[in-house]
């Protein structure tokens, strides 16, 4: 079982920058993925970033050069620096853990980030 806890939301103006941090307890072995998506009201969650075991990193067109993330595997974390952030950036901003052996999705609880303009 692996239980995550994200922090680093908050409410930020436009042009702002925000880190998120998600960290995991438990044991992430073997091929993963870490990342996190983000919702609106009324809408779809859709992913942000993600970024694999191998290092293998994938942005949503609409964060591409602003968003960067990273993770370290001895800490089990994964951050999402978030620089000239916009009014639609703000979302709740859910981290995950995709492990394929079993294969399984863990979400955390969600932080929420608000941009103001």
């Known amino acids: 079982q692996v239980h995550l806890v994200e922090s680093g939301g908050g409410l930020v103006q436009s042009g702002g920058s925000l880190r998120l941090s998600c960290a995991a307890s438990?044991?992430?072995?073997?091929?993963?993925?870490m990342g996190w998506f983000r919702q609106t009201p009324g809408k779809e969650r859709e992913l942000a970033a993600t970024?694999?075991?191998?290092?293998?990193?994938t942005y949503a067109d609409s964060v591409k050069g602003r968003f960067t993330i990273s993770r370290d595997n001895a800490k089990r974390t994964v951050y999402l620096q978030m620089n000239s952030l916009k009014p639609e950036d703000t979302a709740v901003y859910y981290c995950?853990?995709?492990?394929?052996?079993?294969?399984?999705?863990?979400w955390g609880q969600g932080t929420q980030v608000t941009v103001s303009s």
């Open positions: 995950y853990v995709w492990v394929l052996i079993p294969t399984r999705t863990y």
């Open positions: 438990g044991s992430i072995l073997g091929n993963n993925r």
């Open positions: 970024i694999s075991s191998s290092g293998d990193i």
